[in-house]
């Protein structure tokens, strides 16, 4: 059995930065990748950042040079800085891991998942 459990969301004003963890759970759960998605209301979930067990990185062009993603495998942790954050990043936040491997093309498609956790809310005011 995976559990993801999100945290660290919250409110802040436009320009301000947030840090999220996202604690992996499950013995035997060792996958090949783990990202961060969001959906705002109304909207499409879509993919943010993503972190193979290699460490390559993989962003939305959206978050680019604003958002990383790091993980610590010690202690089966995964992150994400979100710096100079806008009001247009406000959603609710997930992370998600896969059940094997998955091709580099696919990666922030939420699609491509199947273990999620139960997200955390971020909200940017301007």
């Known amino acids: 059995q995976v559990q993801l459990v999100e945290s660290g969301g919250g409110s802040v004003q436009s320009g301000g930065s947030l840090r999220l963890s996202c604690a992996a759970s499950?013995?035997?759960?060792?996958?090949?990748?783990m990202g961060w998605f969001r959906q705002a209301p109304g909207k499409e979930r879509e993919g943010v950042a993503v972190?193979?067990?290699?460490?390559?990185?993989k962003y939305a062009d959206s978050v680019k040079g604003r958002f990383t993603i790091s993980q610590d495998n010690a202690k089966n942790t995964l992150y994400l800085q979100m710096n100079s954050l806008q009001p247009e990043d406000t959603a609710m936040y997930y992370c998600?891991?896969?059940?094997?491997?998955?091709?580099?093309?696919?990666?922030?498609?939420?699609?491509?998942?199947?273990?999620w956790g139960q997200g955390t809310q971020v909200t940017v005011s301007s």
């Open positions: 998600a891991g896969p059940a094997g491997y998955r091709s580099w093309w696919s990666l922030l498609l939420p699609s491509a998942y199947n273990y």
């Open positions: 499950g013995s035997t759960y060792s996958p090949y990748c």
């Open positions: 972190i193979t067990m290699d460490g390559r990185t």
